[in-house]
């Protein structure tokens, strides 16, 4: 692998401000014609008659680095992306919140959605990362992730 | 020689420690070492990463390597 390993993780939680920052940074790679975005958002789901308040990220994070730019070398070659970027956020994020955010750009809009989605799918199956959720009176369980 | 072992998410939960060192040859030994030390894992589902490779089949160990224990994974 040649590629440079970068750095996907961020520290809490993936604020609007970040993503929009994001976005305008792409205004003067003009032979972009299409971006897809995936935010993943911590959804308050009730257990029995428990709410989830939070969820408490973890990850092996040298092992999901080396495996995230292996994903981003492949999605870039075999959709042919002008670029493409991953943050996942690591410690407790609350409801309500964005955990993940990841966003392709290519010059036709096919190639962007595409890529995006099987970016998502593939870090969601491929990545040591783990999910702690955290209920309202501080038990937890442990996330599992759905099929779609 | 031991190697050390990391521990992650669930695994890392019950048995209370983020790291273990461990005597065993081989993957399939360290997986009884760790059971009979924490009989709690025995009906869990996990994986083992050698040097961040997933092995999927009994696997030597070597001093030095890294040696990682995975629950399943809940990213995103």
Redesign the interface.
């Known amino acids: 692998m040649n590629q440079k390993i970068k750095n996907i993780f961020v520290a809490g939680a993936i604020s609007p401000a970040f993503i929009g920052e994001k976005i305008s940074a792409h205004q003067s790679k003009t032979g972009i014609g299409g971006h897809s975005i995936f935010l993943?958002q911590v959804r308050a789901d009730t257990v029995g008659n428990k709410q989830i308040i939070a969820v408490d990220?973890?990850?092996?994070e040298?092992?999901?680095l080396?495996l995230m730019t292996a994903i981003r070398e492949t999605m870039i070659e075999k959709y042919s992306l002008t670029c493409m970027h991953v943050y996942?956020s690591l410690g407790r994020i609350r409801s309500g919140e964005i955990?993940?955010f990841v966003f392709t750009s290519a010059p036709h809009r096919k190639a962007a959605i595409d890529a995006c989605s099987e970016t998502?799918e593939r870090?969601?199956?491929?990545?040591?990362?783990?999910?702690?959720e955290i209920f309202e009176d501080d038990s937890f369980q442990?996330?599992?992730?759905q099929p779609a | 020689m031991a190697v050390k072992i990391?521990l992650?998410?669930?695994l890392k939960?019950i048995t209370g420690a983020s790291e273990l060192n461990s005597d065993a040859v081989d993957t399939d030994g360290l997986v009884k070492e760790i059971t009979t030390r924490f009989p709690l894992l025995e009906n869990l589902n996990y994986l083992i990463?050698v040097d961040?490779t997933i092995v999927q089949t009994n696997t030597f160990i070597k001093p030095g390597q890294e040696l990682?224990l995975?629950?399943?994974?809940?990213?995103?």
């Open positions: 993943g990220y973890t990850s092996y040298p092992m999901a080396e996942h955990c993940l998502v870090l969601k199956a491929e990545l040591p990362i783990w999910g702690k442990w996330k599992i992730n | 990391q992650f998410g669930q939960q990463a961040r990682a995975l629950p399943p994974y809940s990213g995103g």
